[in-house]
């Protein structure tokens, strides 16, 4: 059985920020995939096939009949009924065949890896990037307040935020950091951006300042990396 979602999502900021350095970072929901497409642990084999061949996604959620996340099927789990098959000119041994219902067929309760790693739309790219990374995984179902699948987010969809326009980085590294960083003047300080690289010249009052305007400058999102090539308006020394 195929699902999609039509639950109408609850608008939320599309920007969330961090409580530690203060910088807006883009949610899961201003990058993730939603209505999403679901199947039911009944799901047959062929159909779930047929379901990531029309979407053209590479994994689908199971979900139990109330819309709550059971596990994902993803290709890979798929292939290994392919890699199973008898090839005698192959000289890798087949994978262990998948579990099989009655009567030999093989659906989504069988084939899916579960309990399925899930994530809010609240949360922060940086936050699912890294949720991603811990476990493995390049996909995470999206839930609403019910604990409903109502969307997917995947690593594709969180590298989006590296196709930010070079002028809204700048922008937002002017007014957002060095506008908020006590003590230093954004007029006092060059910043060049090119296909996400960050140039930071001038100066700051305070040596122990750099240190503090380059780690701001990394964690704005779609940021690739900080050249420093700052100085110190009183004269001493920066060490970088």
């Keep these: 059985m195929l699902q999609i979602s039509g639950r109408t999502a609850v608008v939320r900021p599309t920007s969330l ?35 990531l061949t029309e979407y053209d996604i590479t994994g689908v ?13 993803s290709e890979a789990d798929l292939l290994l009924t392919l890699a199973a098959q ?13 579990r099989t219902g009655p009567g030999g067929a093989v659906t989504a309760a069988d084939l899916m890896t579960g309990p399925a790693v899930c994530i809010t739309p609240g949360t922060s ?17 999206v839930l609403d307040e019910d604990g409903r699948v109502f969307g997917m987010v995947s690593r594709g969809d969180l590298l989006r935020v590296f196709l930010r326009e070079d002028r809204v980085i700048r922008r937002e590294i002017v ?14 300080v060059g910043v060049e951006v090119d296909q996400g690289r960050v140039v930071l010249s001038g100066s700051v009052p ?10 701001l400058c990394r ?10 090539r700052l100085g110190s308006s009183d004269g001493a020394a920066v060490v970088g």
Excluded at 62 to 73: A, E, F
């Design 175 to 188: 007014e957002e950091v060095l506008g908020r960083i006590e003590g230093v003047s954004p007029a006092e």
């Design 206 to 215: 305070a040596p122990h300042l750099v240190p503090i305007v380059l780690s």
């Design 125 to 141: 790219v940086v936050a699912a990037a890294r949720l991603m990374s811990r476990h493995g995984v390049k996909r995470l179902p």
């Design 219 to 228: 964690s704005v999102d779609g940021v690739v990396s900080v050249t420093d």
């Design 17 to 51: 920020v961090d409580e530690v350095t203060g910088v807006l970072h883009a949610t899961v929901e201003s990058v993730m995939t939603s209505p999403v497409v679901r199947v039911a642990p009944e799901t047959g084999f062929r159909e779930i096939v047929a379901v």
């Design 86 to 98: 008898e090839d005698p000119g192959s000289l890798l041994p087949p994978p262990e065949l998948t």
């Design 61 to 73: 959620p199971v979900v139990d009949p109330d819309g709550r996340p059971l596990g994902i099927v």
